[in-house]
């Protein structure tokens, strides 16, 4: 899958995450497995390929973005 599971990551990188101040996570995968966790610490750069991003993000497609968590 191309997006970080936490629960199968090591657990240094689950510490890692679980301590950090700000994280960026880039691309799609990341953004699909990482925005249910509704974590403000996350900001995800990410380009817009499809109409489901589209909506999800209100973003128009083949744009580029930052967005925060929530």
């Given at each position: 899958?191309?997006?970080?599971?936490?629960?199968?990551?090591?657990?240094?990188?689950?510490?890692?995450?679980?301590?950090?101040?700000v994280?960026?996570?880039?691309?799609q995968?990341?953004?699909?497995?990482?925005?249910?966790?509704?974590?403000?610490?996350?900001?995800?750069?990410?380009?817009?390929?499809?109409?489901?991003?589209?909506?999800?993000?209100?973003?128009?497609?083949?744009?580029?973005?930052?967005?925060?968590?929530?």
């Amino acid at each position: 899958y191309p997006g970080t599971i936490l629960p199968e990551t090591t657990k240094e990188f689950q510490e890692l995450f679980a301590s950090a101040d700000v994280m960026l996570s880039k691309g799609q995968g990341n953004f699909e497995t990482l925005l249910p966790l509704s974590d403000k610490r996350l900001f995800f750069l990410l380009r817009i390929k499809c109409e489901y991003m589209a909506s999800l993000s209100e973003v128009k497609q083949d744009n580029l973005v930052l967005m925060q968590g929530k």
